[in-house]
C-alpha cells in the first residue's frame, strides 16, 4: 500500500478567482521547502466567476492539485464536509481562499499535531486586519462559546486556518452553518487535545467578505442548538420532561391551594372573591398547559431521537 500522504489541505471557496493562483504557488513552495508530500483540495462551492477554470488550468500544472465542484452554492460548511471526506493525510488543515490565512504557518502547526500530539490546533488571529464591525461582535462570539463548550483556551472559534488529526474530521460532521463550531463538535466527539496558535492575518486582498452581520444571529442560534444537541440530543425527555413536570406541578398546587381555600371559606361562611377573580388562578392555569406542552415536547423528542439511525453511534477508540 502506498503511505499515506503527509498534508491534505482543504479549501472552500466562493467566488474566489483572483487569489487562487497566488494561494497554490505559495502552498506548493511551502509544501516543497518542507518536503512535505501533500494534497490541495479546492472545494468551489457553486462559484459564478472564472474559480474553477483556474483550479482546472492549476490542475494541469500539478498534480498534488484537487477540485471538487458544487452544481449551487450550499455554504461553507458544505464545502468542508465534502472536502474532509475527500482527504487522504495524516494531517488535515482547513484554510480560506482569501489569502486572509498564511500557508507558511502551515509546517509548525503540523509539528504541533505530529511531535506534541494535539487532536487539534486552531489557529488564533491575535493581530486582525479586519473591520471593527467584525471584531467587536467576534469577541462577544467566542467569550460565549467558550462557556458554553468548556473549551476554555480557544481564543478564535472561527478562524479559517485550523489543523486536525484525520481521525477527528472523519469522525465529526459538518452540516449547516456549524463550520464555526468544529471545535466544539470535536471536543464532544472525545477530541480532547485542542489548542490554538497563533497566526499571521491579512486583510483580504481582492474580492469581499462573504458573510454578513447576519452571521452573528445564526452563529448564536447555532450554539444554541448545538450545545442543546450535544446535551440531550439522545435524551430529550430529561429537559422537557423535568421543566414540564415542574411547571405543572406548581400549577397543579397553586389551583389546589385556590380550590382548596375556596371551600375553607364557604365552610366557614367567609364571604370570598370567585375563584375566576383571582389573578393567581389564572397564572396557576398558564403554568400547568405549559407544564403539559413542555412535557409532550418531551415525549415527542425522545420518539424522535428514539428511531434516528445513529442512536447507537459512540465513537471508539480502541478495541483489543
Ligand atoms: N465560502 C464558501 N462558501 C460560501 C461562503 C464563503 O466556500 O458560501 C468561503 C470563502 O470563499 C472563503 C471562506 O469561505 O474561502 C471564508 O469566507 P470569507 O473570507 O468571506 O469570510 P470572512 O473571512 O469574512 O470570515
Ligand atoms: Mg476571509
Request: proline share 1%; net charge positive; glycine share 8%.
Given at each position: 500500500m502506498k503511505d499515506a500522504l503527509d498534508i491534505s489541505i482543504v479549501i472552500p471557496l466562493f467566488n474566489e478567482e483572483e487569489s487562487l493562483k497566488e494561494l497554490s504557488d505559495w502552498i506548493g513552495k511551502v509544501m516543497h521547502d518542507n518536503k512535505f508530500t501533500y494534497e490541495v483540495i479546492f472545494v468551489d462551492d457553486g462559484s459564478d466567476d472564472s474559480s474553477w477554470e483556474v483550479i482546472e488550468q492549476l490542475k494541469t500544472q500539478n498534480s498534488n492539485i484537487k477540485g471538487i465542484k458544487f452544481r449551487r452554492n450550499y455554504g461553507k460548511s458544505a464545502g468542508l464536509n465534502v472536502g474532509f471526506a475527500?482527504?487522504?493525510?495524516?494531517?488535515?488543515?482547513?484554510?480560506?481562499?482569501d489569502l486572509q490565512d498564511s500557508p507558511d504557518e502551515l509546517p509548525d502547526m503540523y509539528r504541533m499535531i505530529k511531535e506534541e500530539g494535539w487532536d487539534l490546533v486552531s489557529g488564533w488571529k491575535k493581530k486582525r486586519y479586519d473591520p471593527l464591525m467584525k471584531t467587536i461582535p467576534?469577541?462577544?462570539?467566542?467569550?460565549?462559546?467558550?462557556?458554553m463548550s468548556g473549551i476554555k483556551n480557544l481564543h478564535d472559534f472561527n478562524c479559517g486556518l485550523k489543523a486536525y488529526r484525520s481521525e477527528v474530521i472523519k469522525t465529526v460532521e459538518v452540516y449547516g452553518e456549524m463550520h464555526r463550531y468544529i471545535p466544539v463538535i470535536a471536543k464532544w466527539a472525545g477530541f480532547s487535545k485542542?489548542?490554538?496558535?497563533?497566526?499571521?492575518?491579512?486583510?483580504?486582498?481582492y474580492g469581499e467578505t462573504k458573510f454578513g452581520l447576519e452571521r452573528f444571529v445564526n452563529?448564536?442560534?447555532d450554539l444554541l442548538s448545538i450545545t442543546?444537541?450535544?446535551?440531550?440530543?439522545?435524551?430529550?425527555?430529561?429537559?422537557?420532561?423535568?421543566?414540564?413536570?415542574?411547571?405543572?406541578l406548581i400549577g397543579f398546587l397553586s389551583a389546589a391551594y385556590i380550590g382548596i381555600m375556596k371551600i375553607y371559606h364557604l365552610s366557614q361562611d367567609v364571604k370570598t372573591i370567585l375563584v375566576t377573580d383571582n389573578p393567581y388562578f389564572?397564572?396557576?392555569?398558564?403554568?400547568?398547559?405549559?407544564?403539559?406542552?413542555l412535557f409532550v415536547a418531551g415525549f415527542?423528542?425522545?420518539?424522535?431521537?428514539?428511531?434516528?439511525v445513529n442512536r447507537n453511534q459512540y465513537n471508539i477508540e480502541k478495541e483489543i
Open positions: 475527500a482527504t487522504t493525510g495524516n494531517v488535515v488543515f482547513t484554510m480560506d481562499a467576534t469577541k462577544f462570539f467566542n467569550a460565549a462559546t467558550r462557556r485542542i489548542t490554538e496558535k497563533v497566526v499571521i492575518h491579512q486583510e483580504r486582498k452563529g448564536f442560534l442543546f444537541i450535544s446535551k440531550f440530543g439522545k435524551r430529550p425527555m430529561h429537559l422537557f420532561g423535568s421543566l414540564g413536570s415542574i411547571m405543572f389564572y397564572i396557576a392555569l398558564t403554568s400547568m398547559v405549559l407544564g403539559s406542552l415527542l423528542g425522545e420518539l424522535i431521537s428514539r428511531s434516528s
